[in-house]
């Protein structure tokens, strides 16, 4: 790798291959920025602005802003924490997530970001979207009012299992989480329990039916670890365990 493919990223210098984003080459470093809707093994969505760094006077999206030398780069800054809170407590506000009653409790990286953001409250009065559930599939459970719209469902579904199943639609307040299929139902699609897409929610909105609260709430992964220590570790990588 040239010397000459090199960024500063809060100071530090990052190496990067051409082609990669600045959230790759901080990955491959082993920087965590924080991040939603971003995933190393699909294409980059940007759409939850969690990755918002600083770079030379503009505020970019750091999972699509292609790394090139010598930019000087900033995300650790009081002023981006405070933008990520914001866009953490207008998500909790958004959806209806409430952290003790979700099966994900514990292992949710919103739950996670907003603890280490230094979430105390809503901030936003709730939307209190009215949803609806989906219990058609054997396996699966939907329950769209937790879905942040991250479209990771929908890559993983279209890129590794080759289905596109899942996908979002409508714009605005009124987006939400639908399936392709003619009933429109999850069930009547050939989504199955062991698909990528069914194991890659970062929340709790795409449930299994079974084996659900076996890893009690208060053990689980980001109970006793921050994300910035763990990054986007998800279920699918922790073995699928809940
Ligand atoms: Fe970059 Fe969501 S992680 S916009």
Redo the contacts with the bound molecule.
Sequence with gaps: MSNDLQFSLDGVSVCFEKGETI?QAAQRAGIYLP????HPDFS?????????VHLQGKTV????QPAESNQVVQSNTPELQKARLRLIQLLFAEGNHYCPTCETSGNCQLQALAYDLGMTHYHYDPFMPERQTDGSHPDLFIDRDRCIQ?DLCGRASAEYDGKAIYTLSGRGQNTQLVFRSPSGLLGDTNAGADDRAAHICPVGCILPKTGNYQEPIGTRLYDHHPIHDIGNLRKEERGGSS
């Design positions: 959230m991040h939603l809707c971003f980059a969505h940007g759409s939850c602005r969690v990755c918002i999206a750091a999972c699509t991250c």
